[in-house]
């Protein structure tokens, strides 16, 4: 076989001692919350503080930058069924300022917070695994 024409691994997916590690779904390591190149490591430090680096594999996390991202998914889509519930109780039972406060507001804190680190997860590891970054003017050699 011609030496031109052997596969070689992507970089990206071998770490510092040599090891190749397996491409990874971003939707499963994300969501899971796992390092986009090995799938073992954690992403995150706390909910949203993304580690500086994957305890498992060394990968670098300064990559990383979902900027609003993850809130704008949420805004956009993720509420949406808790704000179409308040508005169908508020329109079909009419019930007092109080039961927005109990049911309403857990509602709506569930489907803006819960989605938040699941959603930050998949766009660090699309990220990774579509090899974004900045925009260049000039073409990389």
Known sequence: MDPEHVARPDPRLVDDHGAAWPRQSPLRTGA???CPRCGKGALFRG???IRDHC???GLDYS????ADGPAVFVQLFACLPGVIFTLMLQI???PPWWVH???SLPVLLVSTVLPLRPIKGWLVASQFYFKAREGRLVKDE
């Open 32 to 34: 899971l919350g796992h």
């Open 47 to 49: 909910f949203l503080t």
């Open 55 to 57: 305890p498992m594999c």
């Open 63 to 66: 990559y990383a930058d979902p």
């Open 92 to 94: 079909l039972a009419d």
């Open 101 to 103: 406060v109990v049911v």
